[in-house]
């Protein structure tokens, strides 16, 4: 098997997609030509011409809301949103449109649409060029939100996406795109939406993440094994919306104990979901306080590196809270 | 390098002029429209005469609930820029299109289900009224967000290119749609794409309590087209065939590949924005004379002079509208509502009614040792 | 005191500021000639004329970033958002320049504006005029997100909003405008933000809300009082972010038992929040699971009248909570 | 009722025609700058074309981290359309516009501060390098979300406007930006409302790697003018007396209460988008065409004619200017960094710090009555 980067699994998805199914086109700026500002799409103009691989205006709402009507008309559009941060333009044609068409044409009308949207922080992006903002989709009915945490989950999901018939949002984390090589199954392969992924098991705590933090979330798990003979079980949520409630909960209804890590801003970031939903429906499985490691609420990531890290959430502060719920 | 003054001159020569094509619709030498093709424009603009104003006595009667978006006084627009549209082609209607349905074919009984929130309408009851599409029509199932669905159309349009077929776009919005930014973008969009897709701008003068001139700093709409690199043209909106002639024009044109156009239709809505706007934001005299203006009986002038109107006639049609009108309401009204927890359907692809549902606890699974 | 509406306390509200500070303007879509579609801001044109109460054109980008420009320059413009459901072409003015200009001038340049939303369901608006998404302004910080449940609270709050020096998002229930009435004080009284308010105190359970679910809360609560002899204490968040942490603590320090109660969608919704916080801050207060009374997870609320019913939360909805926790 | 032919032809007679505004520009009448207004613009773009190589070495050495966008190549439109700005006029400024700082008067020991993101900075290093605002002199601190910052100077202009303040906003974007929904926003806004604003787009041909075929149909952007009821007027952007005298009619009118005007200056970024693009979607002959009409040397040739040019002069300015930029990085490298908890800082009004280092835990209180 061919070990890749994140960003390499995710070209090869689109290409092997590409050639595929002859309806599925993608759309961006700077996609075309130019391949992507981060190489995402490098090569697949010049391979399947600027008929499906477009260089759109310098507009996130179109981008979008045009793959919307594409997506009706039985096509396949995979639209780029260059940063997270860009995302707000495309605000209505996501959450106003893609998540209720279905729903207002009870069933009639289906948007069938890829929205790869590249975020997060740790990279020195500074305040407008390293956003998670999956909360607001996440909290939107009728998106599906995906997000990989490593180079071959990045493959076999963004087929599926390309393949499902849900507007899915999938956000990859820009400080994966070159920072981890794995093996990648060159097979045409996809793995399931909507399931975790219990990346490893254990039974003294259960630890939530998803993309970058998940990666930080598997070394510190390590490192209390070596450091404190502590078995952390780490879920990777995978898709951040239906989230897979079940496996997260049987896993509590294990380990009795959790930490939560994301990236997004602490208030109303995914982590406040599950743990109200376990609070709520296995607390009688808790033996200590949920603990979550988020940023803190500021507005975005300043640009200096001593606030960055401030901001981000790295092992230690992981490995802190899970000794906080196990001395608890 | 060109002067600058020759860089304003530039464009002008590379595009269609919105002049050019519109005083081509007024030369003598555009033939005259069959007979049939008149009776036709008539016939619709009556039923959509007669079906909005059926629908709004049944609103003051409180039978249906909601509220309704009445486009009297500008049937010509609406007929005159969808009639002979084919079944592949789209419409993208706004908030007050609910009559372009009756172009397009959606049977009566499901659009008076849609007003009555019924379980037969093509949405099962979840749209506002007028709020409605039909998928095997290729009209879009529209939200009220304004504009929306011009973007929507040009992925639509898009689609319709890229399949090379020969279909277009009928996009409808009014005149404060154009402030938006969802407006722009979709008409930007199609002209770098040359979508086959026709921008309707239904300019009645107001959105809502706000006059044009609020709006925009202009007061023909269709100059935004040279922005975009595509033609506009101004019609009078209450001269349906005029506005036939336009629309057939710019249709034209979409299906042969030359692109987008922005078609702005000059008319005015007799009563209010909705059915609980009592529109005081306007002077009894010019509602009056805009009423002068009718499109009906101009139409009626128009035909009688070339014997192809009878007040005989106009009773027959209208009976047969009648009728037809009250079977969709007997439809509707003998329609189900559907039940509470229909409200969790068509969320996806798959159920979430077992997840929205979900009462289960978990408690602690005894068969593990526990630190 | 003279009893008035919620509506009619918002419009004296807005009348005694634009008395009171000429910097004070307003501009919204239909504010002017009409007064607004719900006559919010009935009769201010004719008092204060064209340049204090402007008739926007139909665009809410425009709507917010200009009176973020407006506001930098030292005046205090109240804008007014027709509903909820078309906020999303202001996202960008909102999310990523009015509640970050302070913090990416690093204090220099302020933008102290109110945003005025009319918002909610119950009225039959269907699936566009019925949204509550103040999540995706919670989870923004930088914007502090005000929702008035009474007359005298709206007045009192939104003066205050208009005063303070932040971005403040002023959320109006439209089932409130006109369903309720209660003496307000004439006088120019300010209730103070960042402050939760106990509208009903008890010793049995902690019942949090806003806006018109916290009424539905009340009666819930004096039902519970008549038919089940139990003592439930009503917090009303008055302010969402940043919400009042301490009051709710210490109210769950006593009660050991939470219910929450609100409108938006139930994933994070403002539920989630104070759930996930109470799990990891006040985890040893709690005597039973924390239960979430909301709507479910769909995209918006049907115009159909079973549908809605089915949606919202009611009295029956907040009882059976409540008597769940007293069971556990 | 009107003609359609005749609706369309009314709003040139309304509105001052771009061309005519833009010919007034050219006619002979107009007088000869003073040399010493030459001489400043000269200086101006001396200077900034200085600093920004500079700065790119800066940043090639690695001396500050993150970014920077060089205008290099474009600086007669930089310099014409904010020379002789007051202090209390603003600039809204998009990410390549880091030197009209220089032209409104920020110190250069900021700039750099803020491109070396150190807390001597205005923006105390929370924005990245090139987006940089200062307060005292009116200058937005802009985000990164393209147009935005054309937004936020329409609040500005209305606030000059209502207090009858003489006062003008520039506001700066380039081509791509005129696709975004909020750049139509902006543009109707002012048109409506008459804001003293100009808005000034530098067509620089690319957006990132999009050329301006695949942003808009028209080749000139000043054509979109049209469209909201304003003037628009295309000039050399490689021209500063051309940009020059065409800002400063905008500016007057502005002053003035005219309204808004939208500038176009056609120019070229000489470098990528960035430090860190090759730009390899240029062809080699298309930059080497636009650097042989490089407007320093443009302006050098002009000025040496008038005999107002010597090398020696040039000389004395670099070495002036280089003395200048030399201090700024050793104000910027001696500065400190932020500390990791000030990212705290500035979210509200009021502090967060208490709030967001809370550890405190609750527990139950016993003297209580429990059930
Ligand atoms: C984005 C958005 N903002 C506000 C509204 C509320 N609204 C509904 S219709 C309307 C006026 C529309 O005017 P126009 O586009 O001229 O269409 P007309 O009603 O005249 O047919 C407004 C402001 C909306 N539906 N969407
Ligand atoms: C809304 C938004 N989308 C995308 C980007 C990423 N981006 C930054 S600059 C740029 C191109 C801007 O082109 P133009 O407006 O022509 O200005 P120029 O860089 O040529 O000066 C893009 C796409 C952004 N900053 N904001
Ligand atoms: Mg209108
Ligand atoms: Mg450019």
Known sequence: MPVMTYIDAINTALREELARDENVYLIGEDVGKMGGVFKATRGLQEEFGVDRVIDSPLAEGVIVSSSIGAAMSGLR?????????????AMDALTQQAARLRYRSAGTQTCPLTVRVCYGGGVGGGLY??????????????????????????????????????????????????????????????IPLLKAD???????????????????????????????????????????????????????????????????????????????????????????????????DIPAIPAAAPMEEFYMPNVDKIMAAMQRVIRY | MATATAWIEEPASEQPSPLALEQSLHTPAAPPLPEATLRR??????????????????????????????AVGQEATAVGVTMDLLPEDAIAPSHRSFITHIMKGTPLN?????????????????????????????????????????????????AYKMRRQPNVVIALSG??????????????????????????VINNLY?????????????????????????????????????????????????????????????????????????????????????????LTAMETRMEHLGLWTAAWKQELLDGFQKEIQEAIDFAESSPVAEGQEALDHVFSFSIRERALDQRTWSPSLNLVRR
């Open chain 1, 77 to 89: 559009p995979v639209a780029e949103i260059q940063f997270a941060d860009f995302i707000t333009p």
């Open chain 1, 129 to 190: 060029h390293s956003q998670t903002n999956t909360s607001w989709f996440i909290h939107t009915p009728g998106l599906v939100v995906v997000a990989p945490s490593s180079p071959s989950d990045a493959k076999g999901l963004l087929k599926s996406a390309i393949r499902d018939d849900n507007p899915v949002m999938f956000f990859e984390h820009k400080k994966l795109y070159r920072s981890l090589k794995e093996e990648v199954s060159s097979g045409d392969y996809t």
């Open chain 1, 198 to 296: 219990i990346k490893r098991s254990g039974t003294h705590i259960t630890a939530v993440s998803y993309g970058y933090t998940l990666q930080l979330t598997l070394q510190a798990a390590e490192r209390m094994k070596q450091e404190h003979g502590i078995d952390v079980e780490v879920i990777d949520l995978r898709t951040l919306a239906p989230w897979d409630k079940d496996t997260i909960l049987n896993s509590v209804a294990r380990t009795s104990r959790v930490v939560i890590v994301h990236e997004d801003n602490r208030t109303l970031g995914i982590g406040a979901e599950i743990a109200a939903t376990i609070a709520e429906q296995a607390f009688d499985c808790l033996d200590a306080p949920i603990v979550r490691v988020t940023p803190p």
């Open chain 2, 41 to 70: 424009l008539y016939e619709y603009m009556l039923k959509c005469r007669t079906v909005e104003e059926r629908i709004r006595t049944l609103f003051r009667q409180g039978r249906f609930a909601g509220n309704y978006f009445a």
């Open chain 2, 110 to 158: 499901l659009l008076f289900a849609q007003l009555y929130g019924r379980r037969t309408s093509p949405d099962q009851g979840r749209s506002a009224p007028a709020h409605c599409g039909y998928a095997p029509l290729n009209i879009i199932t529209p939200s009220s967000t304004i504009a929306a669905q011009l973007n929507i159309g040009t992925g639509i349009a898009l």
């Open chain 2, 175 to 200: 005149d404060g749609s154009t402030s938006l930014g969802f407006w722009h973008e979709a008409v930007n969009f199609a002209g770098v794409q040359k979508l086959p897709i026709v921008f309707v």
């Open chain 2, 207 to 295: 959105a809502e309590s706000v006059p044009l001139h609020l709006q925009t700093a202009v007061t023909d709409i269709s100059l935004k087209a040279q922005g975009y690199g595509i033609p506009g043209v101004t019609v009078d909106g209450n001269d349906v065939v005029a506005v036939y002639r336009a629309a057939q024009q710019a249709i034209q044109r979409a299906r042969e590949g030359h692109g987008a156009t922005l078609l702005e239709c000059k008319t005015y809505r007799w009563y209010g924005h909705s059915e609980i706007d009592p529109a005081k934001y306007r002077t009894p005299e010019e509602v009056k004379e805009w009423k002068e203006r009718d499109p």
